[in-house]
């Protein structure tokens, strides 16, 4: 039998190209698998497979969770096309622990989806644990002029510009809406960031008589 030269046949090169070219598809395969994977684990009713996130549209099922402390049937009566809550928590499988409670994330869009920007938007976080806060929109709020509201039993300090009052003070919009609000408040001990976008002028107003 004749004895293969492993160092200078073909043999060698063609198997080390095979090796080569079938690496980058090998792995390919094995992310797909694992977002296949993932996909289906949470098509199986396990809702927070990732990040320990509870989401959805229905206001009966959050408030299964969550109770009917938090303006979310406010937010569920100005009949917006898409409006979504979100239940963030620490530890996994621990919804009916408010103690465990990280943010409840509520998202309201008046356009063709949830992610039009060029529709009318509210976005509101409840922050049950103080550590988890946005530390940006406040360092924001402190970093600008700022107006103060009584709206019921609510003490709101807000800033609202319009592109233009952006442009002023150095900064820009990042959506495609003119006018633009943020918001900071307290509700039944949780505090709360708010932000809207419109082309709207009164759209901001308007929202927080509604939920406040």
Known sequence: MKKIDWENSQIRTLFAAVLIFATPVLLAAGFCFVVLYGVAHNAKGDPNWQFYNFETQSLTEIEAFCGTDWLLDRFASLQA??????????????????DCWESLYVSVNYGESRFDTKASQISCYLYFDPDKRNPSFEEFMEQYPTETMETGEHTVTFIEWSKEDAESFGSSLSVDSEYHAWALFTHNGVTCHLETSSQDPDFFETTLEHIL
Do not use: V
């Not at 898409?82 to 239940?87: A, F, G, I, R, V």
């Open 81 to 98: 096309d898409h409006t979504y809550y979100q239940l963030s928590i620490s530890q996994k499988n621990a919804f009916e622990n408010p």
